[in-house]
Nanobody, 124 residues
Framework: QVQLVESGGGLVQAGGSLRLSCAASGRTFSNSGMGWFRQAPGKEREFVASINWRGGTTYYADSVKGRFTISRDNAKNTLYLQMNSLKPEDTAVYYC?????????????????WGQGTQVTVSS
């Protein structure tokens, strides 16, 4: 079983930056495709970014492409999401997710493990 714990959320002004981290416990992180999803109040959870086991393949939602960067450090069992040029519409709870597959995926049903989420609020 893999446990995921997100951190790094907070309140930031529009145009600012935040870096989210997701610490994974367990021995399978380095063999797992990983992703970030988010859910705003009153909206469904949506895909943000994903990365394959070695970090060589990444996917992004169109809404964050060019502003967000997903990365991982397998030696530290940690997933990251660098968020730049933040907009008020990026406000949401951000979730880290892992899957029992090496590849990246933009579909939430492909993920087996989820963190508890971290709140990101962007003020205008």
């Amino acid at each position: 079983q893999v446990q995921l714990v997100e951190s790094g959320g907070g309140l930031v002004q529009a145009g600012g930056s935040l870096r989210l981290s997701c610490a994974a416990s367990g021995r399978t992180f380095s063999n797992s495709g990983m992703g970030w999803f988010r859910q705003a109040p009153g909206k469904e959870r949506e895909f943000v970014a994903s990365i394959n086991w070695r970090g060589g393949t990444t996917y992004y939602a169109d809404s964050v492409k060019g502003r967000f960067t997903i990365s991982r450090d397998n030696a530290k069992n940690t997933l990251y999401l660098q968020m730049n040029s933040l907009k008020p519409e990026d406000t949401a709870v951000y979730y880290c997710a892992g899957r029992t597959d090496l590849s990246a995926s933009s579909y939430s049903h492909n993920y087996d493990y989820w963190g508890q989420g971290t709140q990101v609020t962007v003020s205008s």
